[in-house]
């Protein structure tokens, strides 16, 4: 569709006499409740807090029969005060996007194709690989002094876990010998 001057005036002057009147006198208050109501129902509101980042912004999830139907910034966080970045906005789509693998893939080594393993050999191969890793790459003597330490396995904390989470993973890294142990905040 092609606008002529003429036509673009017209509809730029009918838009902002709308906006003008708009303006005078209009109280939307009881609309923007009534709104309020409308899009969170009778959901429970759970403050949370956002897990892409270090920063912490807070977020309300609401709640409504054990399934999150709307995540918010919450006004009340004085990190955030209610804003959310794109990816705060869209944290719902994490536990809620048809893409998202709900299976474990393996492949093998060389392998050309994936298959899928139950959860609890994925974990025993974990296990498997840090207890084979940390054998072979363990230094107990380095010129004379004892350091006890592994070399072959770095260990990278997370924005999303708690201060309990993070310390629990920190003595497990120590108790192993990890000696690049590292968090998300300071990289």
């Known amino acids: 569709m092609r606008l002529t001057r003429r036509q673009f005036l017209n509809v730029s002057g009918a838009a902002t006499a709308t906006g003008a009147l708009a303006g005078l006198g209009l109280d939307l208050t009881a609309l923007k409740a009534q709104a309020q109501v ?8 759970i403050p949370t807090v956002c897990m892409y980042c ?10 409504e029969g054990g ?26 789509q994490i536990v809620y996007n048809e893409r998202r693998p709900m299976r474990v893939w393996y492949r093998r080594p060389h392998g050309e194709t994936w298959e899928q393993k139950p ?14 890793t940390r054998d072979s790459t363990f230094v107990e003597v380095a010129d004379g002094v004892t350091v006890n330490r592994c070399e072959g396995i770095g260990i990278l904390g997370s924005a999303i876990i708690n201060n ?9 890294a120590r108790a192993l010998g990890v000696v690049y142990l590292e968090h998300q905040a300071r990289i």
Do not use: H
Not at 164 to 172: A, D, G, P, Q, T
């Open 54 to 63: 270090a920063v912490g912004c807070g977020q309300l999830a609401a709640v």
């Open 119 to 132: 959860v609890e050999w994925v974990m025993e191969r974990i296990a498997q690989r840090i207890r084979e």
């Open 67 to 92: 399934r999150i139907i709307n995540i918010e910034g919450d006004p009340d966080n004085p990190i955030n005060q209610g804003a959310l970045c794109c990816k705060g906005n869209a944290d719902i």
């Open 38 to 45: 409308l899009r969170t129902r009778e959901a429970k509101e």
């Open 164 to 172: 309990e989470e993070c310390y629990l993973i920190s003595k497990f």
